[in-house]
């Protein structure tokens, strides 16, 4: 039953990575870069819920929505002032100023919100569901956090594989200048790829401090890494590849911690991502770029 | 006139690739731009596109200046173009390739297009369901040519159609412009192989490193023999 629980805890977590991660593989599909800036919109998105429902006392939903528009807005922000001007920029330039938003944005919030860590109540409180005589325990929290994971994976692969928007990024991620010879507005696009990844970057940090509930302006860093590498796992680039990589680093990280050692947990996840790239260096679900003539 | 591009200049960087060009299509005209490789025919096509900007010169299109307008607009207003390479979207499927040749038909039903496409290119439609990358070099390039009619085009530019492929089906290709030109399409169209180009062409210009060097009635430059002897082999 223990491994049971390990396990859910596991995909609990991994859900959230996987969200997060998300984020890190649409944005990099079309934009061919990394946003460092994602963990820290986490961040942002779990403080806004934050003052909506503890310092306000609105209903969790609200503080729900408006975490999804701040992120949004911020995101899209984000992208038309920092990135969209060095479009043709070396990958260096961009990566360096991505670096610079994550660190203004951290900075920022602790300039508003101090260093003092904010107590987080979970959207969902506390309770749990019992299985088995009480001998299994699953938190609605982590139930929710599934849930939702298995939502939003169905909406994206909907929106992609359906919709004319959908078409359009996996277009502009493959070519930008042929998808404007189609007649398709490459700069909304990216933007429209900034705005669903920003808001599910303020559901996964909903989620996250609902399970650990700290919040600080760094709570987004470790997590936005290491769903990073769960992107870079799966094949950056891929959607059900961030969700694959997000899912397996969440269960490989709590069996580690619960089996081999609570402290190498983290060493122990980056060493199955040395070992997948070893094998496969575009990660499990990643493409090899072919190109034809 | 459909299109008048006047004095064009572009560069890459410190290349001067365009050096002053100014031509002219008139609505209902095969027009065709020869001229040997690196000579600087992609790059008048890109601008007239709105993918490269010129440094100075301008380009007026059904009597608007669209010098300064941005790419998916001129997309809009009826100017498409095949690129060179074809750049069809590889892992997208056929028909995912057709309906994003549509995608500034907004609303509308894109069923009439894809039949269209489908007439002109019959192969299309049996692989309509296959990703784009499984496709044959020829098969690629119908799917390019179908996919930018999709919107519908006043003026269609062609880039190369005809690079890469065997002799049968480079007459395919030539035949299909004749057709689509028929069905009312104008047509701008870029070769190497400008002995092809010329029996279909109305008119002609010869490009020579980023200059008009020649221009004229596609049937007197086949006979003139300088073209003759510079590009069509004897
Ligand atoms: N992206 C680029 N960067 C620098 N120079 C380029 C680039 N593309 C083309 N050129 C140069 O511009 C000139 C014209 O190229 P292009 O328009 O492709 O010729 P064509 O289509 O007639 O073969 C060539 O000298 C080529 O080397
Ligand atoms: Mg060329």
Redesign the pocket.
Known sequence: MAFLSHLISGVSLGSIYAIIALGYTMVYGIAKMLNFAHGDVIMVGAYSCFFMVSRYELPAVVGVVVAMVVCTILGVTIERLAYRPLRQAPALAVLITAIGVSYFLQNSALLLWTSNPKVFPSIVGNGSLKLFDGQLSISYTALLTVVTCIIIMMALTWFTSKTRMGKAMRAVSEDKGAAQLMGINVNATISMVFAIGSALAAIAGILLCSAYPTLSPTTGSMPGIKAFTAAVFGGIGSIPGAMIGGILLGVIEIFGKAYISTQLSDAIVFLVLIVVLLVRPTGLLGKSVQEKV | MMLKVSDLHVY??A?H?VKGISLEVNEGEIVTLI??????????LQTISGLLRPRTGSITFLDDDITALVPHKRVERGLAQVP?GRRIFLSLTVAENLEMGAYTQRGADTSVGMERAFTLFPRLKERRKQVAGTLSGGEQQMLAMGRALMSSPKLLML?EPSMGLAPILVEQIFSNIVDMNADGTTILL?EQNAQMALSIAGRAYV?ET?QIVMQGEAAELSDNEQVKRAYLGG
């Open positions: 890459y960087g290349i690739a001229g040997a490789n690196g000579a600087g025919k992609s790059t008048v060179e880039d870029v490009l980023g």
